[in-house]
Structure formats: structure tokens, C-alpha cells
T-cell receptor, first 115, second 112 residues
Framework: DGGITQSPKYLFRKEGQNVTLSCEQN?????MYWYRQDPGQGLRLIYY???????QKGDIAEGYSVSREKKESFPLTVTSAQKNPTAFYLC??????????????FGQGTRLTVV | ELKVEQNPLFLSMQEGKNYTIYCNYS?????LYWYRQDPGKSLESLFV?????AVKQEGRLMASLDTKARLSTLHITAAVHDLSATYFC????????????FGTGTSLTVIP
């Protein structure tokens, strides 16, 4: 089945620790995105990538880093510089403009908690 | 920056009633998406609207797009409890890169 997979589903981070959230897609999508969602809030864009080895900052990139070494993979690292990382993280992918299937498809999310 | 506003933010309605959620956006776009999110879950795609005047229906939900007014609506007909969720609209504009801009969401509670 084609889809987008995030892991782990739950993640606990100690203060001062870096953690990496995984996102893999087998939809052959060019674009991938990371969003953060706080309780009762909307989605805020952290980073996005439209092509391998290239990515752009979103609205809240500080304290986060990403890489795009393969088309299928877009991992997100939450660094110790992110002072309030407890949130629900959503990864998404989409085709680029020019095709009909331009909607974003979402993974099941990773819930990160600082302990 | 493209702004997307939804209203209302919270909606409590009785089963069997009709209501409409509104999504306004600030920049020219002909690509509008509606998503549903259940508590603690990810987002599920409901509708993709790709042209002015587009109308899509699925069950008790109907979405429409007016690109001239920069407005999309999500109409709920004869609500049932299973429709309780948070609904998001999102816009993608050729003038704002290839990003999706999401509204703040509308939390819908259908009361028996």
C-alpha cells in the first residue's frame, strides 16, 4: 500500500537532548513537509522540501533541523535549542503543481513529550 | 504571506441541523482543500477543489469554492454525531510557493 509513515508514534525527550522523528513516503511525491500542532491549535509549518538536497524554513524553524538525502525520506531533528518541543508533529507529502493530485497526504503523527 | 481564516472556530450543533463553515483566504488561489481531524489523530483529506465554482459532495458534507470572493464553504446537512471532529481548510497559491496554508480549524461537536 502506498502511504506516508511516521515513527515513532510516541517519543519522550529529556531536556537538553536531540531527538529525530522519521518520515518515509512511497507515493513518489516530490514535496514533503513538517508541521507542528499544539493542543487545540492549527498547523504551523516547520520545514518543507520540494526536491532532494534542498529544503526551506517554514514559520517556526528555530530549534529544528531537517535533511532530504532521499526522495522518500524527510527526517526532522528536534534540537536542544527548541525550548518547548512538546507537541504533535505531522509529516506530509504531495506532488508539485501541474498534476491533479496536489493535496497533502499526512502521516499518523508523532507525539513528542519532554520529561 | 497568505492568510487563511476559518469561522466559526467552535461549533456546537444538534443532530439533524444544518450549518456552514466558512474559509476565507487572502491571495489569489484556485486550489482549496478540506481536511478532517479526529482527536489525537492525523488529518484526513475530505475534498479537493481546483477551480472557481467547484462543488464536491460526500455524504452529509458539501464543499464549494468561489475564487473571486476568495471563499470556500463546507456545508453540513442533517448533522450526525459521527461528524464531530475538527475541520481544516488549506490553500495553495502559485504566488506563495508550494506551501499549504492552513486555517485555524473549526471544532465541530454534534449533540444528540
Amino acid at each position: 500500500d502506498g502511504g506516508i509513515t511516521q515513527s515513532p508514534k510516541y517519543l519522550f525527550r529529556k531536556e537538553g537532548q536531540n531527538v529525530t522523528l522519521s518520515c518515509e513516503q512511497n507515493l513518489n511525491h516530490d514535496a514533503m513537509y513538517w508541521y507542528r500542532q499544539d493542543p487545540g491549535q492549527g498547523l504551523r509549518l516547520i520545514y518543507y522540501s520540494q526536491i532532494v538536497n534542498d529544503f526551506q524554513k517554514g514559520d517556526i524553524a528555530e530549534g529544528y533541523s531537517v535533511s532530504r538525502e532521499k526522495k522518500e525520506s524527510f527526517p526532522l531533528t528536534v534540537t536542544s535549542a527548541q525550548k518547548n518541543p512538546t507537541a504533535f508533529y505531522l509529516c506530509a507529502s504531495s506532488t508539485l503543481d501541474g498534476t491533479l493530485n496536489t493535496e497533502a497526504f499526512f502521516g499518523q503523527g508523532t507525539r513528542l513529550t519532554v520529561v | 504571506e497568505l492568510k487563511v481564516e476559518q469561522n466559526p472556530l467552535f461549533l456546537s450543533m444538534q443532530e439533524g441541523k444544518n450549518y456552514t463553515i466558512y474559509c476565507n483566504y487572502s491571495t489569489t488561489s484556485d486550489r482549496l482543500y478540506w481536511y478532517r481531524q479526529d482527536p489525537g489523530k492525523s488529518l484526513e483529506s475530505l475534498f479537493v477543489l481546483l477551480s472557481n465554482g467547484a462543488v464536491k459532495q460526500e455524504g452529509r458534507l458539501m464543499a464549494s469554492l468561489d475564487t473571486k470572493a476568495r471563499l470556500s464553504t463546507l456545508h453540513i446537512t442533517a448533522a450526525v454525531h459521527d461528524l464531530s471532529a475538527t475541520y481544516f481548510c488549506a490553500v495553495k497559491s502559485p504566488y506563495s510557493g508550494n506551501q499549504f496554508y492552513f486555517g485555524t480549524g473549526t471544532s465541530l461537536t454534534v449533540i444528540p
